[in-house]
């Protein structure tokens, strides 16, 4: 069964350090989506691509995150510099548009000291 | 804009007995509705969902979720729970016009069912 892949799983760094998270959606699909959980929440959109394009980044916080997904498959996630604030589970999501079902990686958790 | 507010953050039952995880949302436009579930260590799978049609949807695994436009509900039932469904459960929505990809969820309910 196909599954949407996402690395690392864990990943601990220290404030002011750079980490990216790494994306591969389920072939074929067309949308993208990476998520915010923090714990004890629910998760929160921080950014949505079609293709190649973002459709909605409305709560990325521009001044420190990043997105990209250059050939519209696999992606790329990246905080520069992190903030304590942003330990959280990182989820990453894919589907073949519309109202369809979203299938979510594992997540890549992270834990800023 | 959207919001959901699941009422309950923990549900603690016991194996066989009935289950209402409870969800009210907010919107000025019309909605579709999911619920995702997250068992341990795995990532969040759908559930069930509702667009149109009938109010009341089912999952496979005996799950039902009715939506009541006049509460503003999608309440999740099953009327006998196995310890295999301990997991954490999202409900969401998204609006049924426009970008209707993008998922708003709840805060969690963790149902923690016990022997």
């Known amino acids: 069964e196909a599954e949407v892949a996402q690395s690392p799983r864990y990943k601990i760094t220290e404030k002011s350090q750079a980490v990216a998270f790494w994306c591969d959606p389920i072939s074929g699909h067309a949308t993208l989506y990476w998520y915010r959980q923090i714990l004890g929440q629910g998760p929160e959109l921080l950014v949505q691509f079609q293709d190649e394009s973002v459709v909605d980044d409305s709560q990325l916080p521009k001044d420190r995150f990043s997105a990209e997904r250059l050939k519209g498959v696999d992606s790329t996630l990246k905080i520069q510099p992190a903030e304590l604030g942003d330990s959280a589970m990182y989820l990453c999501?894919?589907?073949?548009?519309?109202?369809?079902?979203?299938?979510f990686g594992e997540g890549s958790r992270l834990t800023v000291l | 804009a959207q919001s959901v507010t699941q009422l309950d953050s923990q549900v603690p039952v016991f194996e066989e007995a009935p289950v209402e995880l409870r969800c009210n949302y907010s919107?000025?436009?019309?909605?579709?509705l999911f619920w995702y579930v997250q068992y341990p260590n795995q990532g969040l799978q759908l559930l069930l969902k509702y667009l149109s049609g009938s109010t009341l949807v089912e999952s496979i695994n005996g799950f039902e979720a009715e939506f009541n436009k006049s509460q503003t509900s999608f309440h999740l039932r099953k009327p006998s729970v196995h310890i295999s469904d301990t997991a954490e459960y999202f409900c969401?929505?998204?609006?049924?016009?426009?970008?209707?990809?993008?998922?708003?969820f709840g805060q969690g309910t963790t149902l923690q069912v016990k022997p």
């Open positions: 999501a894919s589907s073949k548009g519309g109202a369809g079902e979203l299938f």
């Open positions: 919107s000025s436009v019309s909605v579709y």
């Open positions: 969401a929505v998204s609006p049924s016009r426009g970008n209707t990809g993008k998922l708003i």
